[in-house]
């Protein structure tokens, strides 16, 4: 049976969750003591294959009950009539640039429902963010939704998440994925590019556009690495963390099944703006070379 995590809060919360530098539901149960942290730390080996590989998959985030939760959430986050949509980033209802095909793609949800916004606190996800960004503390950027219906869903071409984010310096950023379905090549799936984070910066392709967009980018040797990338298949609740410069994107989801997915975006405490222009739209302006902090930018996890 589904738990409701959020009884009986809704009506006493804040319109806009960003107020909460906390956890306002009993969605999880934050460890009392360095003993309870440790069943959520990863091993050296899994450290070790992150640097290597630039990604680390197949980590258990959620369990069943809060994935129906986050579910019941997304469907009030997707309609377009939501009195909230105002806190969102941005919301497309479809950003695909191909007429035939759909990608729901959001920013901001945090600061609309209990549930997605609780999940910044989720213990095996802070633990597992910490230990990846080099047991630096952890500040929230952003997180995101991207949305695959069934016989239609759209691609999200071959790119890397710093080329969007250079507003921010220096690069000491962190993505997690997670499916809200069960994820496979079928239903289009994350794909990554092993080892491209050593590729260095490059160009930004249109994100919702040509799968194969960022090639003209790439040198010969890069390009073959294009032709053979690891499909990141994954149950529900499953994620997989990634470098901000490791390639990856997204196939069309031609199957039976919608693949919807939420992705977290943090950086390591100490990050700075890199613009004297809006870092995140209607997000007060942080001034060049000054931290990046404040409450839309919470501090979510400083070790143990």
Same mark, same amino acid.
């Not at 306002?24 to 069943?39: A, G, H, I, L, R």
């Given at each position: 049976?589904?738990?409701?995590?959020?009884?009986?809060?809704?009506?006493?919360?804040?319109?806009?969750?960003?107020?909460?530098?906390?956890?306002?539901?009993?969605?999880?149960?934050?460890?009392?003591?360095?003993?309870?942290?440790?069943?959520?730390?990863?091993?050296?080996?899994?450290?070790?294959?992150?640097?290597?590989?630039?990604?680390?998959?197949?980590?258990?985030?959620? %369990? %069943?009950?809060?994935?129906?939760?986050?579910?019941?959430?997304?469907?009030?986050?997707?309609?377009?009539?939501?009195?909230?949509?105002?806190?969102?980033?941005?919301?497309?209802?479809?950003?695909? %640039?191909?007429?035939?095909?759909?990608?729901?793609?959001?920013?901001?949800?945090?600061?609309?429902?209990?549930?997605?916004?609780?999940?910044?606190?989720?213990?095996?996800?802070?633990?597992?963010?910490?230990?990846?960004?080099?047991?630096?503390?952890?500040?929230?950027?952003?997180?995101?939704?991207?949305?695959?219906?069934?016989? +239609?869903?759209?691609?999200?071409?071959? +790119?890397?998440?710093?080329?969007?984010?250079?507003?921010?310096?220096?690069?000491?950023?962190?993505?997690?994925?997670?499916?809200?379905?069960?994820?496979?090549?079928?239903?289009?799936?994350?794909?990554?590019?092993?080892?491209? +984070?050593?590729?260095?910066?490059?160009?930004?392709?249109?994100?919702?556009?040509?799968?194969?967009?960022?090639?003209?980018?790439?040198?010969?040797?890069?390009?073959?690495?294009?032709?053979?990338?690891?499909?990141?298949?994954?149950?529900?609740?499953?994620?997989?963390?990634? +470098?901000?410069?490791?390639?990856?994107?997204?196939?069309?989801?031609?199957?039976?099944?919608?693949?919807?997915?939420?992705?977290?975006?943090?950086?390591?405490?100490?990050?700075?703006?890199?613009?004297?222009?809006?870092?995140?739209?209607?997000?007060?302006?942080?001034?060049?070379?000054?931290?990046?902090?404040?409450?839309?930018?919470?501090?979510?996890?400083?070790?143990?």
């Amino acid at each position: 049976m589904e738990q409701n995590f959020n009884k009986n809060i809704k009506m006493n919360l804040k319109r806009d969750l960003s107020e909460y530098g906390k956890p306002v539901s009993k969605m999880f149960t934050w460890p009392k003591n360095k003993s309870e942290w440790t069943k959520y730390r990863l091993s050296d080996d899994q450290v070790k294959s992150f640097e290597t590989n630039g990604y680390l998959e197949n980590i258990k985030l959620f %369990e %069943e009950d809060q994935i129906e939760q986050l579910k019941a959430e997304l469907t009030e986050i997707m309609d377009p009539n939501n009195p909230k949509q105002d806190l969102l980033y941005e919301f497309h209802t479809n950003e695909s %640039e191909d007429s035939e095909r759909v990608l729901f793609h959001s920013l901001g949800h945090w600061r609309m429902t209990p549930g997605f916004h609780d999940i910044l606190w989720n213990p095996a996800y802070v633990m597992a963010a910490y230990q990846l960004l080099g047991e630096k503390a952890v500040r929230f950027w952003h997180d995101q939704l991207f949305c695959k219906p069934a016989k +239609h869903g759209g691609v999200v071409a071959w +790119h890397q998440d710093y080329s969007y984010w250079t507003r921010t310096s220096p690069i000491q950023h962190l993505t997690t994925w997670v499916g809200l379905d069960d994820s496979s090549e079928e239903n289009g799936c994350l794909q990554y590019i092993p080892g491209s +984070h050593n590729w260095g910066l490059l160009d930004k392709p249109s994100l919702t556009g040509e799968m194969k967009g960022l090639t003209q980018f790439l040198n010969d040797e890069q390009a073959k690495a294009l032709e053979n990338p690891v499909p990141i298949e994954m149950p529900k609740g499953y994620g997989a963390f990634h +470098h901000p410069l490791l390639v990856h994107g997204s196939f069309e989801n031609n199957s039976k099944r919608p693949r919807r997915a939420l992705v977290l975006n943090v950086f390591a405490d100490g990050t700075l703006s890199n613009t004297n222009e809006e870092t995140l739209p209607s997000v007060p302006i942080i001034k060049c070379g000054n931290k990046m902090e404040g409450k839309y930018f919470p501090l979510l996890f400083e070790g143990v």
